[in-house]
């Protein structure tokens, strides 16, 4: 430990959490339950990318499209189809009120009277033990802690090509604010990357109105996702009448035109609005970390336990690079916060084995554990027991019938390695399945539970039988 580095004898608190999104707001609880002396800083907007630029933005606007989607599909369900007429500017109304209406639950108020002091600023190590806090106010105060949790969330990845910084790019920070300011949808969209955001962002677009155009380098949609359900999803993405180009690479931009290579050839896409949807990369920059010797390549360094190269400083969310989930963030947040606190008497080591994700298409795409793709890459034997959508009552009912569940088992057992599910309310369904592997409840268990008729979970009882 370098010589002007000195351990403070008394610490002004037991915790100070860098970072207001998810993990930070869950560090920040967990340990003012504990009643630990903590304080959470925050340099931007409470409630992180989430809240603000993520998960409740995104499903609003998804919702807003659905709706649109059924007034012009409505002539399936006997209901004469028109034609929607999509008010742009009152669809972002609507997704600054689901903001605005969830905000108290992540506000410095709300945390304040939970025994959290908050604060707005940006924190920088000073040494292991030290960090100054740059008010928006222009303050500087410095606090000592036991120990830390960084919670700095991650941006989004801007791919470095030729001409991208004159075409007016945006992300998926920066279209909320700029859409807001629209008085309709954009006309020519082209969106970059085809994982999760990607597809999520077309689809929303797509059906209130834009010409949308999907560039990805592979050659597939949704790439950690099952096979199968990546191809039901780009099938329900074409239905709606995005283009889609797997396989092809974006080489570089002329003003508002976008050069794409593919099968050997270029070609050009002109495009109204552009948004890069490429992948996210952690926030590391300006926190002093890079002089405390935390970082490697860029990234900090993370143990299983969500410690960094300095035991007492921990980590949670999108910037400990495990993952990219919001529900991640806070179960990562236990963990760092746990072993904050307990150190050095206890240690728990984070478990990722029951982490759900969903990609929020239509219809949607949820999975837990092994994939088929997963277990084959490491050598585990797997049975596959199958059920498809469309035998569902209920799925017929709502004519929803695309997809299917699937659940994999060691061969011979019961016990459950993983599952996907793509149907209208994946999102809702795999909960069960999560529960099940958690507690180690076998299919037949599953099974005997008694599921009311007709629902959609059903499917998973029928899969289990």
Not at 32 to 47: F, I, P, S
Not at 303 to 321: E, F, N, T
Request: overall charge neutral.
């Amino acid at each position: 430990m370098p010589a002007n580095w000195t351990k403070p004898r008394r610490f002004d608190r037991n915790l100070i959490v860098i970072g207001g999104g998810a993990a930070g707001l869950v560090s920040s609880y967990i340990a003012a339950m504990a009643k630990a002396k903590v304080t959470l800083v925050e340099a931007g907007r409470m409630g992180g990318d989430c809240l603000n630029t993520g998960c409740i933005p995104s499903k609003t606007l998804l919702k807003s499209a659905k709706v649109a989607h059924q007034l012009a599909d409505a002539e399936r369900f006997g209901v004469q189809s028109t034609q929607p007429v999509v008010d742009f500017p009152k669809v972002m109304q609507r997704v600054r009120a689901a903001i605005t209406a969830i905000e108290p639950n992540d506000s410095i108020e709300r945390y304040t009277a939970l025994g959290v002091e908050g604060l707005q600023g940006y924190a920088r190590f000073i040494d292991p033990w030290t960090v100054e806090i740059s008010g928006k106010d222009g303050s500087v105060a410095r606090l000592t802690s036991r120990a830390f949790v960084i919670a700095t969330g991650a941006a989004p990845v801007v791919p470095p090509l030729p001409g991208i910084e004159s075409s007016g790019y945006l992300t998926s920070e920066t279209l909320w604010d700029a859409m807001a300011q629209r008085s309709q949808v954009p006309g020519r969209l082209v969106i970059l990357g085809g994982g999760p955001i990607g597809c999520e962002l077309a689809q929303a677009f797509q059906r209130l109105g834009s010409d949308v155009t999907m560039v990805e380098m592979a050659e597939r949609l949704l790439l950690k996702e099952d096979a199968e359900a990546a191809s039901i999803v780009t099938q329900s993405l074409e239905a709606d009448g995005v283009r889609i180009l797997t396989g092809h690479k974006a080489v570089r931009f002329d003003g508002k035109s976008l050069t794409v290579e593919g099968a050997g050839r270029e070609s050009q896409l002109d495009f109204d609005d552009i948004i890069c949807a490429t992948g996210r990369r952690a926030r590391v920059a300006g926190f002093g970390l890079e002089e405390l010797g935390l970082l490697e390549n860029g990234r900090l360094v993370v143990d299983p336990y969500l410690r960094s190269r300095m035991p007492h400083i921990l980590v949670a969310g999108d910037v400990a690079g495990n993952q990219q989930l919001t529900h991640g963030a806070s179960h990562e947040a236990w963990y760092a916060t746990v072993n904050a606190l307990a150190r050095p008497f206890k240690r728990f080591r984070a478990d990722y084995r029951f982490l759900p994700r969903v990609t929020y298409s239509d219809p949607e795409v949820a999975s837990v554990g092994l994939s088929e793709d997963e277990a084959s890459q490491q050598g585990i034997a797997y049975e596959v027991t199958r059920y498809d959508i469309a035998h569902l009552d209920r799925a017929i009912a709502e004519d929803e019938t695309r997809g299917f569940v699937k659940i994999l088992t060691p061969p011979g057992s019961e016990r459950i390695l993983g599952a996907t599910i793509v149907a209208a309310h994946a999102g809702e369904m795999i909960a069960e399945i999560v529960l099940a592997m958690r507690h180690g409840l076998p299919l037949g268990k599953l099974m005997a539970a008694i599921h009311s008729y007709p629902t959609w979970n059903e499917a998973n009882k029928f899969a289990a039988g």
